[in-house]
């Protein structure tokens, strides 16, 4: 069932206030280039690039505090400059298709305004807003479930992702698993890369990490389904967060589906479905924790931001009759850490 109604329906505020926490997968055609059809996908890919700029003149009307959880490969302004920060060990995948290593732009590519492989100039866009947080996709978006990669050349990878941040002066805290593939046993390594927080993966079954394969499928379209209607529990946290131990985990609560034409008759579900989750998180003194790619809206970009807009100003309700307070990934790790 619905956490509660879309629309609050008293104003005095819980214990705690809630958290709104928002994080994006920003990756664009390294975290599409395993699709058979990917070419088919370039628009959204190259549409990210005015929908990143748009969504950060959102964030900053509502005063929205961001993570944006970013590919290493994107950092780079060219395949030279790639190469030259790639990790020596590189994971030794049994499906040589996971390696995105193999199918590098050519030697003189480099950003552009249309590019899809790098994104320097949007990354220092946003690093230049207020209240956004650059965080780490890993360098090369890693697979930590597949075959034949391992804990070295994991630890390889983070190491890169740090170096390439560096260069343009970002510091990185908190990360997200690319296709949110969350192990235990390598958190102890990303500690060591000064990762303090990670986004976790909601407890429900179909929100198990898993590499590729028939669960995987089966899984998808029951999140599908619960975007519309409630298949799992209250997607909501409880606050404190209860693992404090380092790397924090900042569980994931709703993936914001894109606009889809096709399904555009179950749009109010969609909407219903987020806003009454986001009313339990302020109502209970808990955590919601939205997250989607920019690329998803590279595509029908003025829809999904006025269905965005439709959640946001439902945050501005929920912030003055509950007191709910937008926070990225990094400063919620100082506000459990203090």
């Known amino acids: ?22 994080s994006l997968d920003f990756e664009l055609y390294w975290g599409m280039r395993h699709l058979s059809n990917v070419a088919n996908y370039y628009p959204n890919l190259v549409g990210a690039r005015s929908a990143v700029p748009a969504m950060l003149d959102m964030f900053s009307e509502y005063d929205i505090h961001a993570t944006w959880a970013t590919v290493g490969f994107l950092f780079a302004d060219s395949t030279e400059q790639l190469t030259e920060w790639a990790p020596k060990r590189r994971p030794d995948y049994r499906d040589r298709s996971h390696s995105p290593y193999r199918d590098l732009p050519s030697v003189e590519s480099h950003e552009t305004a249309a590019s899809i492989y790098f994104a320097p100039s949007l990354i220092r866009l946003i690093a230049a807003t207020p209240n956004q ?125 894109p606009y889809s034409r096709r399904l555009r008759w179950l749009e ?28 998803n809206f590279g595509v029908n970009t003025e829809l999904n931001l006025a269905f965005l807009r439709r959640v946001l100003n439902h945050y501005r309700v929920l912030q003055r009759h509950f007191g709910m307070e937008s926070l990225n990934m990094g400063e919620l790790v100082d506000r459990v850490r203090n």
């Open 1 to 22: 069932m619905f956490c509660g109604g879309a629309e609050p329906e008293r104003t005095q505020q819980a214990e705690q206030a809630g958290i709104f926490t928002i």
């Open 133 to 257: 947080e650059i965080a780490t996709h890993t360098y090369s978006h890693y697979y930590c479930l597949s075959e034949g990669q391992d804990l070295n050349s994991f630890r390889a990878d983070l190491m890169a992702t740090r170096a390439a941040a560096k260069q343009l002066s970002c510091n990185i805290r908190t990360m997200v698993f690319p296709q949110n593939q969350y192990r235990s046993d390598y958190l102890a390594s990303c500690l060591e890369q000064g990762i303090l927080a990670y986004r976790g993966n909601q407890p429900s079954w179909m929100h198990r990490p898993s590499s590729r394969g028939r669960f995987r499928y089966l899984s998808r379209f029951a999140r599908r389904m619960d975007a519309y209607v409630p298949l799992g529990n209250c997607n909501c946290t409880a606050l404190p967060l209860k693992n404090t131990r380092l790397p924090i985990d900042i569980p994931a609560s709703r993936f914001l589906l």
């Open 268 to 295: 109010p579900l969609r909407l219903r479905r987020i806003l009454s989750e986001l009313t339990c998180a302020a109502s209970h003194g808990r955590l919601y924790h939205l997250w989607w790619h920019p690329h």
